[in-house]
């Protein structure tokens, strides 16, 4: 059969899987890991089947793009259950993260821009977005600059709380950037580069598998 999933990792990176598990599994040969990791060779399929029943377990097929595919050993069942639990934790864990925006005029104060900066960080450090906004009006228009002043200094004294998840851009008589709290910002840098570093290892081991293959074409 084929079992849809989550695929959990760090931040909300939920990655929807078709994994073949048992008789779903339709590879001629395949690449076994154990429960614990241990690497057991590649066998025919039918041997992987009667090493799984030996053991008690599932059969799973969990890189069907290797060569050939790699399958583990695992108790599928209890494996559901565990993902599901921590999809729980996350989710119990989440702040649904809003969109506010924090509105600039042209001829705003010093004073009234200091305040504006700490509104903005509050709902930073709350965990939502911020869409700083410059609203002209009448001939204001005509002298963008100021707007994108005001937007450097938002940002600029915001360094230490936001990303820019959008860079500034014009909008019929608004001058607007999004900004992103660090935190999450953060969360997504490292779950990138986590899913970088599974590619890497996913390729290495398709990689390993073949040179192995190609030895024993040799040696014939």
Known sequence: MVVTQLGFGGGKRDIVKSLRVNQGIIAREVRLVGEKGEQLGIMPLSQARETARKHNLDLVEVAPTAVPPVCRLLDYGKYRYEQAKKEREQKKGQKVSLLREVR????????????????????????????????????????????WRLIQKMTESLQGAAAIARQPLIEERNMNVILLPLSVQKAKTEAKAEAKTEAKTEAKAEAKTGAKKEVKKGEK
């Open 104 to 147: 600039l005029r042209p001829k705003i104060g010093s004073h009234d821009l200091e305040s504006k900066v700490r509104i903005a960080k509050k709902l930073l450090d709350g965990g939502d977005r911020v869409k700083v906004t410059v609203r002209f009006r009448g001939r204001e228009i005509t002298h963008p600059e100021i707007g």
